[in-house]
Structures are given as structure tokens and as C-alpha cells.
């Protein structure tokens, strides 16, 4: 039998088990203050930076090409007398006009002749090329019906043009030319009379708006490859003496074709699929040139022809809203671009020289600006020569 000899010991164990768990609970008590976690002072803000100011927007030039010369004219509307600033020969009756301004701030402007496509040094006011059609004119004439190039786009890195070159009968081509080579590159066979030519934002398609054809060709840049739409929405009938036509388009960013179609529906058009939805439009006058400003669709209305029966005017139609404001205007016209004043106004510049000589020798400035109307009223800006394509351009490139 086990013996209990120990047992004072345990009893004196017993009694400092509490003073040892009391030792053991001083010992993982944290010192005042340790282990806490104290969030360290802020370090003072950094003052705030004040951001730049956008840098103030380039005063702009128009450019003109003259229809019944042989001159491109560039304009500022800002000159309280004589708006053009200089003229400069580019070759018999000048339809289409486009520019290109390069990173260091130059501007080469081009102009579709009934005999080539002239290449021109804004700066220095001069020519520099007349690259020859690769399907030239049978002969040299002006006028709406006139063989030649007629519709001209600028692909954005400014290395290649596009013009639409009408031989006089049947379909037309699209010419692709190297800006800096001066040589015609691809053709492709498009519809007939292409008065206007677009592109895509990145150039990936060129567009030529056929006239007598009802439709739009699509050329593929890469291939070369032609695709033709029709856009019809009052249908084909009467043909060549049908009114109810496309004549120009103007491109959203999203690289949608905005076609006026008589005053009355505005048809848009994708250009890789063909499908289209339209737009009513309240203008009511046979639709030319068009252009945008923002969301706003500028078209010229040419007056009372085929279905349309109201007066000249422009429509500024807001393509998100379906707003849309008319200002009738005295006499037919018939391109339209947008041109910034210095201080920041915008103006739709419409071209008088109309194609079928019922405009006037000069381009109407009209305010863009809903509360702009009553005090800075539309104004006429006289150009001889029927100025028939319009275009703006940054004034810094230009010569003074």
C-alpha cells in the first residue's frame, strides 16, 4: 500500500498555484501603452495642384474650291470687308476640297479638278501637284454634269486621297492616290455621279455617295474590295429624273453615314452591314450638303423639287433629341462645313455656288447658337466664282 508521505508538499503546492497564475497573468499584461496600435499622424496633404487650362482652339480658315474657275480660295469670316485671303490655281472647275493637317501644325489642302487632283501648300499659297487621273475626263468642261473628279477624302494620316472620277457615262471609279508618290494607286469601279466622298474615322472603308445610282458604294482600304448599298427610302422611280436621291453624308463617330434625303428623313446607314434606320426630319426642302457639329446634323436644303415642296434653308437637326431647328435662306446653296470664331462661336459656313446655278457668289454664315440668332444675325460673305465645296482649317498653317 502506497504511503502518503508527501502529502505537506502538496498541500504547500496547492496553496502557490494562485500566486504563480497570478505571476503568469503579470507577465502577458501589456506594459501601459504597449502593443496598441496608435494611428500615426497624417502626414500633411500635398497642396493641391492647380490644372492647366485646355489649350485655347486654333482660330479657323475656310477653304473653297471655285466651281466656275480654276481657284481654291481661302476665306476668314472674321475680316469685316474682303473674306478671302488669297486664291491659288489648282486646274479646271474645282469640285470636292479636303485638307490634312500634319502633327507640326502645316496644312496641305487637296481639290478634285476635272483634270486631277491638286495637291496644294496652304502656307505658301501654292500648287505643288496636278496628279493625272488614271481614268481622265474626255474633255475639259464645268458644271454639274462635267466628267472629272467630284467627291475627295483624306484618310486621317494624310498619306493617301480618295476621289470619285466620273468618266461622263455609266459607273464612276474611286481613285486612291499617294499623297507623297503622286501616283494613282487602286481604282474601284462605284455607282454613277458620286458627289460626295466619306471615310471612316479610322480609315479602315472609303464611301462614295452615287448620285444617280440610289445608293452608296463601300470600299474596303485594305483590299480595295467595293460594296454597294442602296438607299432608297421613297424608292427608285423615275431613275435618272427622280429627285428622291442622295447627293452628300456626313460620318458619326461611331462610323454610322448620316444621309439627308429630301428634307424629310434622315437615313443612317452602317456601312459594314448595310442595314439602316432613318431619322423624320421637318426641313422639307431637297437635301445637299451635309455636315456635323456635335450631335447636330447640318444639311442645305435646295428648295421646292420631286416630294419636297418647302424653300431653301438649313436644318440643324440634333441627332440624339430629333430637335430641329430651320433657317430658310434667300437663294439654294450648296455644301456646309462648321467654323469657329476666335471667341469660341460656332457658325454653319453654306456655300452658295449650288451646283445647278440658282445660288449666289459667296457663302452665308449662319449662328449656331439657338439665343445666337436675333443678335448676331446670318450674314453673306461675297466670293467670286461660285464657291461649291466648303471646308475649315486650323489658321496657324495658313498663310497670313
Given at each position: 500500500m502506497a504511503t502518503h508521505s508527501g502529502a505537506p508538499i502538496s498541500r504547500r503546492l496547492l496553496l502557490a498555484l494562485p500566486a504563480v497564475a497570478a505571476l503568469g497573468l503579470a507577465g502577458c499584461a501589456p506594459e501601459p501603452g504597449a502593443g496598441t496600435d496608435r494611428a500615426a499622424a497624417p502626414d500633411p496633404a500635398p497642396p493641391a495642384e492647380t490644372p492647366e487650362p485646355p489649350p485655347e482652339p486654333a482660330p479657323e480658315r475656310l477653304l473653297v474650291s471655285l466651281a466656275q474657275s480654276d481657284e481654291i480660295a481661302v476665306l476668314d469670316p472674321a475680316l469685316l470687308g474682303d473674306p478671302v485671303v488669297q486664291r491659288i490655281r489648282v486646274g479646271a472647275a474645282p469640285w470636292g476640297v479636303a485638307v490634312h493637317t500634319d502633327a507640326a501644325g502645316a496644312t496641305t489642302a487637296f481639290a478634285a479638278t476635272a483634270e486631277g487632283l491638286a495637291i496644294v501648300d496652304l502656307a505658301a499659297g501654292e500648287r505643288r501637284a496636278l496628279v493625272p487621273y488614271a481614268h481622265p475626263a474626255?474633255?475639259?468642261?464645268?458644271?454639274?454634269?462635267?466628267?472629272?473628279?467630284?467627291?475627295?477624302?483624306?484618310?486621317?494620316?494624310?498619306?493617301?486621297?480618295?476621289?470619285?472620277?466620273?468618266?461622263?457615262?455609266?459607273?464612276?471609279?474611286?481613285?486612291?492616290?499617294?499623297?507623297?508618290?503622286?501616283?494613282?494607286?487602286?481604282?474601284?469601279?462605284?455607282?454613277?455621279?458620286?458627289?460626295?466622298v466619306v471615310i471612316a474615322p479610322d480609315g479602315a472603308w472609303v464611301a462614295t455617295i452615287d448620285h444617280d445610282s440610289f445608293s452608296v458604294s463601300v470600299v474596303d482600304a485594305e483590299t480595295f474590295a467595293a460594296t454597294a448599298h442602296t438607299v432608297a427610302p421613297f424608292g427608285v422611280e423615275g431613275g435618272l429624273a427622280s429627285w428622291e436621291k442622295v447627293h452628300y453624308g456626313a460620318v458619326t463617330p461611331d462610323g454610322?453615314?448620316?444621309?439627308?434625303?429630301?428634307?424629310?428623313?434622315?437615313?443612317?446607314?452602317?456601312?459594314?452591314?448595310?442595314?439602316?434606320?432613318?431619322?423624320?426630319?421637318?426641313?422639307?426642302?431637297?437635301?445637299?450638303?451635309?455636315?456635323?457639329?456635335?450631335?447636330?446634323?447640318?444639311?442645305?436644303?435646295?428648295?421646292?423639287?420631286?416630294?419636297?415642296?418647302?424653300?431653301?434653308?438649313?436644318?440643324?437637326?440634333?441627332?440624339?433629341?430629333?430637335?430641329?431647328?430651320?433657317?430658310?435662306?434667300?437663294?439654294?446653296?450648296?455644301?456646309?462645313?462648321?467654323?469657329?470664331?476666335?471667341?469660341?462661336?460656332?457658325?454653319?459656313?453654306?456655300?452658295?455656288?449650288?451646283?445647278?446655278?440658282?445660288?449666289?457668289?459667296?457663302?452665308?454664315?449662319?449662328?449656331?447658337?439657338?439665343?445666337?440668332?436675333?443678335?448676331?444675325?446670318?450674314?453673306?460673305?461675297?466670293?467670286?466664282?461660285?464657291?461649291?465645296a466648303i471646308v475649315a482649317f486650323p489658321v496657324a498653317s495658313a498663310a497670313a
Open positions: 474626255p474633255s475639259i468642261s464645268a458644271g454639274e454634269y462635267r466628267p472629272g473628279g467630284l467627291g475627295l477624302a483624306v484618310s486621317p494620316d494624310g498619306t493617301r486621297a480618295y476621289v470619285a472620277v466620273s468618266t461622263g457615262e455609266g459607273p464612276a471609279w474611286l481613285e486612291e492616290i499617294d499623297t507623297e508618290a503622286r501616283t494613282v494607286l487602286r481604282s474601284a469601279a462605284v455607282g454613277v455621279r458620286p458627289f460626295d454610322a453615314i448620316l444621309l439627308p434625303v429630301q428634307g424629310l428623313v434622315v437615313v443612317r446607314l452602317d456601312p459594314l452591314t448595310g442595314e439602316t434606320t432613318s431619322l423624320p426630319s421637318a426641313a422639307n426642302s431637297h437635301a445637299h450638303g451635309a455636315a456635323l457639329a456635335g450631335e447636330r446634323l447640318l444639311t442645305v436644303g435646295t428648295g421646292a423639287f420631286g416630294n419636297a415642296d418647302g424653300g431653301p434653308n438649313l436644318s440643324i437637326l440634333d441627332t440624339s433629341s430629333g430637335a430641329e431647328r430651320v433657317i430658310p435662306l434667300d437663294v439654294p446653296h450648296e455644301t456646309v462645313a462648321v467654323w469657329r470664331a476666335e471667341n469660341g462661336a460656332e457658325y454653319a459656313a453654306v456655300a452658295g455656288g449650288n451646283t445647278r446655278g440658282l445660288g449666289w457668289d459667296g457663302v452665308t454664315l449662319v449662328p449656331l447658337a439657338e439665343d445666337a440668332t436675333g443678335a448676331d444675325p446670318v450674314r453673306g460673305l461675297p466670293v467670286a466664282g461660285a464657291p461649291q
